[in-house]
């Protein structure tokens, strides 16, 4: 069982809502919160107890780090909410493209994070500053172009870069890089010059991996079989720095997408291998006060990997329990991703009865 706890406001009930008040789509709604800031987990799940004046860890002299939770045990707790803006526009090759393909990521961010988040879309591009940047804790880069497939590609001046280096470094943001969406490898040109401090940079390659779900027969299994998608399946569970990133995940879907460089003092979390060659999927390293993290595709983002819907085979019975809502653990790596590139958001919370969480 998991017991989860909404952020709670010293003055009684409060609502911290998911909204959106940004340019495009926005993912929009709220939810109420209240009750105890204790959680107290069983069923083999860790406890997690917010301790009376504990910090959220970070350096003290970071702007996001001085977010304290005052808390004493079920009365007053003050959670400051977690801040995301996801910059881009979403991809379009889910099976159901051109119809809110990527609405399941975006409903599960409004509507299971207790109110212990808010979420805000920018499809047209913001000019990244200093002011822009210290109102988000985290955020998402998704297609920079104004279409994400064909383009036009954005780009960012030296004062945006200079900005969006220094919200990481100085200012202890956390970022996460998404990639995949085109085939074209400008789409790329923009994230790997906002990265390029980290030496962290996406490669031009599109490998495909194989489908790791297989029968006794080695035969694939319908989350695969179904469009041809692969699976990442090659979690890096040795490195302590990274670990909690692919806790409880062990398949997620990909197809497409693009390598990763990582330098010696970035941390891979996740690779591919196909035929001799592997490659990086999920790299994250520290970068002063904040952190990044890159990961090489963009299905997880899609309803298919979510839900099943439009996969063609999602009717079949022989299907039935293989499906990506089945064997897929993709709400889990989300919040390992959000929770990771913000170690400071130990409010953040997620209630998902249909992809259980484990909370860290």
């Known amino acids: 069982m998991l017991f989860i706890a909404a952020a709670c406001s010293a003055h009684g009930d409060s609502t911290f809502g998911l909204s ?40 003290a002299n970071s702007s996001l780090s001085g ?16 801040s995301v803006a996801v910059i881009g526009t979403p991809g379009i090759w889910d099976f159901n493209a051109g119809a809110n393909s990527n609405t399941a990521f975006q409903d599960w961010l409004n509507s299971s994070s207790a109110g212990t988040a808010k979420v805000d ?19 998402i880069l998704s297609g920079l172009g104004n279409d994400s497939n064909i383009g036009p590609w954005w780009t960012f001046d030296a ?3 200079a900005a969006f280096q220094d919200w990481i470094t100085n200012q202890g943001g956390g970022v996460i890089s998404l990639s995949g969406f085109s085939s ?14 980290t030496g962290i940079s996406y490669n031009d390659d599109g490998p495909n991996p194989p489908c790791a779900l297989v029968d006794a027969n080695n035969k694939e299994m319908c989350s695969c079989t179904v ?15 990274v670990e909690n990133l692919v806790l ?6 990909m197809s497409g997408g693009r390598s990763i460089a990582a330098p010696a003092d970035a941390h891979v979390a996740a690779t591919e291998t196909i035929g001799s060659t592997t490659t990086n999927v999920l790299v994250g390293k520290a970068a002063g006060k904040g952190r990044v993290l890159v990961y090489a595709d963009e299905w997880i983002t899609y309803t298919t990997l979510w839900s099943g819907a439009g996969i063609p085979g999602a009717t079949n019975p022989a299907c039935q329990d293989y499906l990506p809502q089945n064997r897929f653990q993709t709400a889990q790596l989300w919040y390992n991703m959000i929770r990771w590139a913000q170690p400071n958001s130990t ?14």
């Open 67 to 82: 977010q304290t939770v005052a808390c004493t045990d079920g009365t007053n707790c003050v959670c400051p909410t977690l």
């Open 159 to 161: 004062s945006e870069v």
């Open 227 to 241: 469009g041809s998608l692969g699976t990442v399946s090659d979690w890096i569970r040795t490195d302590p720095v």
């Open 121 to 139: 879309n920018f499809r047209t591009k913001p000019t990244l500053t200093a002011d822009f940047l210290a109102s988000y804790n985290v955020v």
């Open 20 to 59: 959106s008040s940004s340019t495009g789509s926005g993912i929009g709604g709220g939810l109420g919160s209240g009750g105890s800031g204790n959680l107290n987990g069983t069923g083999g799940l860790p406890g997690i107890s917010i301790a009376a004046g504990a910090s959220q860890g970070g350096d």
């Open 184 to 197: 074209d490898t400008r789409e790329n040109v923009a994230k790997n010059a906002l990265l390029a401090f």
């Open 347 to 360: 409010c953040f919370r997620i209630v998902n009865h249909e992809q259980a969480v484990v909370i860290w």
């Open 248 to 253: 409880g995940v062990t398949f997620v879907g």
